[in-house]
C-alpha cells in the first residue's frame, strides 16, 4: 500500500475509484477529480491489481495531491474495491466513480450543497452518456424531494448505477457490495435507497458515463447472464419481504426469467428455477414481446 501526502483537513466527501486495467483512461478520471471546486474531499484510488501502468498513474496523482489516498491490492474484483474504499472512507459523504469515466467540476460540490439544503441523506442526479445511440437516456425523475417508492421505481426501471448519487455514509452500516458477483449495483442500489430518510433528485448532470463494448468470452457471458438474472430476482425477493411490492412485479420476474431462459443455453439450477418462474407467471395479464412469446412457447413445447 501507498499514500499520498497527509490531507490539511477532515474530508466532508469521499470519493471512492476502483482502477483495473485502464490506463488510457485513467488520466481524464483523475484529472477531472483533481479538478472539484468542492474543498475537504478525498479521492481514494483503489488498484485491484492492475498489470498496465494503471497502478503507476494512481501512485502519481497520490504524491502530488494530499487530496488523493492511493491502496493496491490483489486482483478481487470491483465490489471488493468499493468495499476496501468504504472502510476506508473518512468523509461523512460518500461517492463513486469508475475509472474509465470522468465528471464535472462541482461534482462534489453540488451534490453536497444540495445534501446539506435539503437534510438529505442521498441526492440523485442525471448522467451523460458518451457511446450510446440517442434515445439511451432512461428514466428520470422530476427534481426535489421525491418518495422511496418513486426513487425504487427508479431503479428498478434501469437505474442502479451507485456512481449517480451522494451518499450519508451512515446508509452503508450493515450494507456492502457482493463480492465474486457481477451486476453489483443492482444487488446494492435498492438497499440504500430502503435506507434513506430523504430524498433529493438534483435535475443536474454531474457524471460522464463511458461505454465501452467489452470482448467476453463463453464463460464471462454465462457469468454475466446468470449474476444479472440472480441479482434481480434477489432485489425483487427483498423488497416483497420488506413490505414493498414493486409496480408490476409478477410483470417483471416473468421478464427477467424469460431473458434468462432465452439468452442461457446451460440448463443448471438457475435456469430451473427461471423456468419454474416462468411457468407460475404465464398466465398473468402481460403483453410480451415476439423474443419473449417465442420464448415461452418454446417451454410450452417442451412441457408438453
Avoid at 501512485?59 to 476506508?88: M, V
Avoid at 450494507?175 to 457481477?182: C, D, Y
Avoid at 463463453?218 to 434477489?234: A, F, K, S, V
Wanted: negative net charge; glycine residues 6%; contains cysteine.
Amino acid at each position: 500500500m501507498s499514500m499520498g501526502k497527509e490531507a490539511v483537513m477532515k474530508p466532508t466527501v469521499s470519493v471512492i475509484v476502483p482502477v483495473y486495467q485502464v490506463e488510457d483512461y485513467l488520466w481524464s478520471c483523475l484529472d477531472s477529480l483533481s479538478a472539484q471546486t468542492q474543498e475537504g474531499i478525498e479521492i481514494l484510488l483503489i488498484d485491484d491489481g492492475s498489470t498496465d501502468l494503471s497502478g503507476r498513474i494512481c501512485d502519481q496523482y497520490a504524491d502530488a495531491d494530499g487530496r488523493f489516498r492511493c491502496f493496491h491490492t490483489e486482483n478481487r474484483g470491483l465490489s471488493a474495491a468499493r468495499n476496501l474504499g468504504i472502510g476506508q472512507a473518512e468523509g461523512q459523504y460518500l461517492m463513486f466513480a469508475d475509472s474509465d469515466d470522468w465528471v464535472e467540476k462541482d461534482f462534489c460540490e453540488s451534490a453536497l450543497r444540495c445534501a446539506r439544503e435539503n437534510a438529505a441523506d442521498l441526492v440523485i442526479f442525471p448522467r451523460y452518456m458518451h457511446g450510446f445511440a440517442p434515445g439511451k437516456e432512461g428514466p428520470t425523475l422530476s427534481q426535489g424531494l421525491v418518495s422511496k417508492e418513486a426513487a425504487l421505481e427508479f431503479c428498478l426501471n434501469g437505474s442502479s448505477a451507485v456512481w449517480r448519487s451522494l451518499y450519508d455514509r451512515t446508509l452503508f452500516e450493515n450494507v456492502r457490495f457482493p463480492e465474486g458477483r457481477l451486476y453489483e449495483d443492482i444487488a446494492t442500489y435498492y438497499k440504500l435507497i430502503w435506507k434513506a430518510q430523504r430524498i433529493y433528485y438534483l435535475d443536474r448532470k454531474l457524471y460522464h458515463y463511458r461505454y465501452r463494448r467489452a470482448s467476453l468470452s463463453h464463460e464471462e457471458t454465462h457469468q454475466r447472464n446468470r449474476d444479472y438474472y440472480l441479482m434481480g430476482m434477489q432485489r425483487l425477493s427483498d423488497l416483497h419481504s420488506w413490505g414493498y411490492s414493486p409496480a408490476k412485479m409478477e410483470e417483471r420476474a416473468l421478464r427477467l426469467s424469460l431473458r434468462y431462459c432465452r439468452t442461457v443455453e446451460e440448463r443448471d439450477d438457475v435456469w430451473m428455477r427461471a423456468a419454474e418462474t416462468v411457468r407460475k407467471y404465464a398466465g398473468s395479464p402481460v403483453e410480451l414481446s415476439e423474443k419473449e412469446r417465442q420464448t415461452l412457447q418454446a417451454l410450452c413445447d417442451t412441457d408438453s
